[in-house]
């Protein structure tokens, strides 16, 4: 049950061609049905306006797949994320249209083309081993409909390349800052601009970087106000809030 | 310097009464100025749209008094956070129609009232002690522009709190969620919203909290995605963020 | 030697048919066995009420059903946690009869089917991926005799889902809260009952999660009152104790 | 609105006095009141069976006695922790028969006496510098209106001390163990008893204790089984659980 | 050079027939060699009384090899520690006559049966999988000649075991405690003996034990005074210092 | 009850003057006495052979006081540590013979001289901030009868001062070291004797120093074997353990 | 473009061959390509005077080759570090002419010898273990073009091997510090010298040395001072940054 | 002894006025005093050409008196760091010419002007706040002998205050970077010099900062290559090693 179906149900009952007390019935079962090890929750669709989404770390093929199939059957559309090679091949054998990025690690499913926004999430990242994330925080924020940029490698330690796409900064309409090592872009970035910016710590370093630790900290404590922080690698939770963040402009 | 000023200085040089030479002397030579101790960055302003802040925390009086001075005589405006009564009388002594709001620790001064957003942004806490952190919040979209709700005292452990104000979460364009004990409330109210929500861990609590560690993990590791976390006790940072966020929506 | 026998034995002493140094000779006489790696506690039993219990993790295959062996010799029944899957096998060779899960990682290996009892141990889970854990806290309370239910993937970022079985949490004499991520499904049950909680953190999650101190800290600031917490992933040691309150109710 | 007073509510439906709509209607308004800084929960007492507690850490002595004098309007009753000494005056006046007690810095208001409990909590602790939590505790077990009985400096370096006390371990219901320094004496009982533990780990000590990180750790870790943990100096948390648990037994 | 060839070269300083130059001379050209990756100290033994240790982890079988070579060549006597099979089996070609011992990962080669000490080294664990420390522990303190007794699996979970054994206890000279988990065998035995106690946690643990931080911060902690503490897992460090201590008995 | 009336007691039993029963009922009554808040264990004396010691830290001056009223009445001698100025004048009233050090903030009472031992207990610490706690290890081990030297300000960055004490390390039979900063003194101290080594880490230091966690953390890595390792700041524990090592050469 | 082709385009515009404005332009276009996945920064050769390094760690041997091939083709000359195998036979079949250094894990790529520094870089380490990381030091210092010497395995509790080496640690400029374990090297060789000392820790421990934290910590908090510390197991940074102040002198 | 006397000391054995073993006389006896709480070390002058430092923090205002006399006395110069006022005015009445810079909190006495460098020690300092720290670092230098320049107030939120002074930057022989908050002034500067870089992490910050974690983890992980980090605070210490390499190039 999506949107339309939703105002349609609604009218419905402002009609009288449903009484409110059916109307609240049909609403209260709740469309999510019981797979045994996991319940698929496909009334989030109308709550939240997105679609269903699959992370895949930590679950079988064989979960993935069965997820899989329940989601496309109920939607026709869906965004997998943390896709293992194997996991990839199983949802692409369910929906042959499926586009599987593997540095992303992503699978996403569409029922149409997606009208684009007119603002821009532009994506930034310091270094070439960070790409996985920043790429994951791409798709998804294009899979959920969002015009999306990608500037990759402009490290502050050659400050000059971040200064030479300080237009394309200026004209996005939120920016996604994936760093690893110190994680000091998102504060530079976060100087040079008015907008919104989300950062992203990766686990990418060694030693004193604990995992991320050190980019996470760096990240919260930044000088630059208007920065906010989303948990170690996590690309996906980066483009779904951008995506959000773009899409009050559109309307 | 501000935009207007920034126009007509375009403006010119494109019907040739400034040189673009001359133009960029004048952009060139920054409008800081240096106190010895502390450059008082007027082009932000300018960069970033937003009036000058004054963090007090770890300044003297003197300092504060100083630098306030200074603001005032360039812009007649400012915010300041982290303020102690005695710094507060000083900024008072200097401007009289300041607001002085002791609970969120904040001294706002205006030259005029400024027009309010259609948007709003909610700031919601979780407990009684978490009020200077969400005031704070509150307090600083408010200075920037944004029209502010808040809803106090809504913790997780007593859930129908928060059930009866799921009308107003929906209304709002923007959510600031202030929690300290264990942070929980960011995630209940990310899995009932589709609006972006930006979380303020608090350092109210004892023993395992670690003096905000413990909100501080939970909201990164939020379930519910569309989540961005700002320092802990940062009020400012997720009023300033959530008010960026808003301004999306106005234009 | 179980209760019944030190019943008869002390009974023995009152009617004098056993002298008191007699008495205190057999029961000094603790009865475990020194198998040279691992001194098996026989007596436990007697102490504590329960059967003996094996933690394989860290033992070799050889080591598990060289005690396995003796255990069942002695008791005829046991509990075997985190059992690898050639382990199992080499349990099941042992006893034909005993039940393996795959899942909860664990062998059972009873005499006779124990009576359950009239009181109901709940064990709610947040995610799929934190299924083992919930499970091992499910087999190990129906293991010692509790009647266990089980709720799965009801985390807080669906709040429907927690309120649809709400008349179940209100219907246990306990209940075992697993959770990963934030862990905050702990605080949001542990504020709508009035049973105890025992609340077990998983280490589901990544970067900021740091293999589970994020919801351990979450679930030990609880700010809903009346819940307690065992170790990271110890499944095991929240079912016992849920299981030892429970029978509090059956006496 | 108490248990009784539902109940007769609920019969007065079923005998149909009042209609369910008008029943819904009565339980839909609940009965909390907005004070501005805190939303009291009078109606936790419903879904919870507890009367209301206030955590006096971190309010001001007026916030203390306004949220004090409100909740004994309503309740006639209280149980207010972590009270300050000028805290606890402000209570007084307000309910000349109130409890102080000075070590767990409780106060207490009762109706009337409450009938105790046939089980025993019972409350023990390994150092002088631990009595502070282990009072707050015992008090709270009794305020609830469970019997306590408690044993104070039996910490393992004097292991006769504790086995001196072994009876009265094994006739209790539900053992609180608080500990600073190493919190080994959790371990020990749970490994001398069949009973639910609560571990409750205390911030006395002083170097790699952390402020009560190592006993936390350590009894997290504890080797036997049935423990579960609270919060560091949780004396509440432990003391309202270990009711909870006693009261499975009075049914 | 071991200590009769220093003494008879100060006798024949004494009586002339060595000038004191030469004497400073000859002690001055530190007998180690330089294999390019490693200065083996044959001085050690010098100053500190003690053989040759090769501390395998992290080394090749090749370095092992070369190293156990040199050694051999000079001493005719080692002992290896954290000894993978391959680098066992490359040292028992070395040396035929060279015990291995798997659970310890140690090897020892001696020139002839070393005399034991009067006085007793007891190395005591908790639980079965602490083992490879308490063995590494307990093959260290033999191969530098002192009487070793081990106890092994007396977790204090099960008190009465550890009592049974209270004579061996005091009995010894000095007390190694080897202990995983939460390590709080260390304070009871510490409790009960008069004797030095030497603490060695191990990593044995999951969750919240963080890789032996919960038994190392126990055991720092400990309430019980006479306790010193070594590294996580350091059996060898405890072997040696108790062999330390314990010849201080036998001058 | 001390050693000498213990023995008595023993050999009245072997001479037929008392019953074993009797004996054993004698020592069954622990003399222990309740004061209420604290169990003083006079019997350890019997057990572990040394006096009672009141660890004054979070005591109250009045507690002090009757804790050391008991004490002295019933043994005549004691070792007061972390003694404040006014805790140490109570005592100094209960007993002017007392000796009361400032810097260790300790308070001794013998009710006679000591034999000294003829071994040396040698404490040696780093820096001139150190000074309370080598202090404190040295009068404890005194206290009970250690001979004791002490070297202080021999810090590594200062190699030669080190060097010229080397003698002074050769002769102890153990060596307590002390030192914060960085704590690297244990290592080079440890590397160059054949001694027993116990390292105390100290508090003093600022920034990544985490109030001793860097020295704690230096000492338990050290590549000197031989260090073991005791809380910090705990210099008493230091000393006490010292002094019982130094005990076995006694013998 | 290098610094000689620098000089020479300053020279053609002082000269007046080129325009300034035709300088600017040159200039502004920063020589870098985009590869797509890493902008490979030629000017950093400019700015900072060093060849392009790749850090191989977390590269595919693809990307290691498609990035050496780019620099070549520019440059003729590169260093890489953290090179597994694979990719130093990709970079060898690039360029036959390269150095494999398998401990140091570096590739070096050179068009003619450098001449050598009259200043000597001296690279100094505690363990066997600890070769990677010095090596790799000593290896960046070098193709920078610095005259380096390397003493290794002179760890402090073998001291006298460290004095040994007393006037080659004095005759260095510059001294870089190689330590796991504790780390107390740094300190040692700190207080001895005048020189500047670079340390740096590495992941060589075990147990409480949590993978370089203990090491980094000593070196951090060191007793003498002129010590600075660079991140663990970073033998580049420290190798680079040792050439750059050895460079100082040579001017 | 300082090095002019050491020189002639040698020319005399070399002219034979000496015999050797006078000057070896001479020389052993290290000439340093004891104060029984702290040995100054007047010979670490002639070892390391550095004038005795006076540490002051955790000293009383009578052991800074005490210890700045003696040093006084016998090289009549001294630098004394962490001072506060009262230990200053203590400074000042010894010796009348001292300079106390209350923002550095340090007292410098001099006998004579000291030559300057040619070479410029830059520190630059992020924020307000970390000016003491910055300060600190300034007078270090200078005391020594260094010719230092300070930039404060340059954080990389606002970046063209950076690249104003970007010829300042490059004129220097080596920076100091100071910074608290999130630290990330560290990397940027360390892209655009080619110069060696001291980081030095502040304690300015608050939540996530801990102190001065959050930009020590920052430094340590700059993907800026060239970059040091000294100690949390340690101004001394970074202003210090920055003359050390000054000199460098002044030879």
């Known amino acids: 049950m999506d949107r339309t179906q939703l105002a349609r149900l609604l009218a419905d009952i402002a009609a009288g061609a449903v009484t409110p007390e059916e109307g609240l019935q049909r609403l209260r079962f709740w469309p999510y049905e019981d797979l045994g090890f996991a319940r698929i929750d496909h009334h989030r669709h109308l709550r939240q306006g997105v679609p269903e989404v699959i992370y895949c770390q930590g679950k079988t093929v064989a979960q993935v797949r069965a997820i899989g199939e329940r989601i496309l059957r109920e939607h026709g559309e869906l965004l997998a994320t943390r896709v293992a090679p194997e996991a990839a091949q199983a949802l692409l054998e369910l929906a042959p249209q499926a586009e599987y990025n593997p540095v992303a690690r992503t699978v996403v499913v569409r029922r149409q083309p997606r009208p684009s926004t007119q603002g821009v999430v532009l994506v930034i990242s310091a270094g070439t081993a960070d790409l996985p994330v920043a790429e994951e925080a791409a798709v998804t924020a294009r899979a959920f409909g969002s015009t999306v940029q990608t500037v990759y490698d402009v490290g502050v330690a050659g400050l000059h390349?971040?200064?030479?796409?300080?237009?394309?900064?200026?004209?996005?309409?939120?920016?996604?800052?994936?760093?690893?090592m110190e994680g000091a872009l998102a504060s530079v970035v976060g100087g040079m601009v008015a907008q919104p910016v989300i950062a992203v710590p990766t686990s990418v370093g060694y030693g004193a970087h604990f995992s991320g630790l050190a980019p996470l900290l760096t990240m919260l404590n930044s000088c630059a106000a208007g920065v906010a922080v989303v948990n170690i690698d996590n690309g996906f939770g980066a483009g779904y809030l951008a995506h959000k963040i773009n899409l009050i402009g559109e309307r």
Chains 1, 2, 3, 4, 5, 6, 7, 8 share one sequence.
């Open 161 to 180: 390349r971040l200064l030479d796409v300080r237009e394309q900064l200026l004209a996005a309409r939120v920016i996604v800052v994936v760093a690893g």
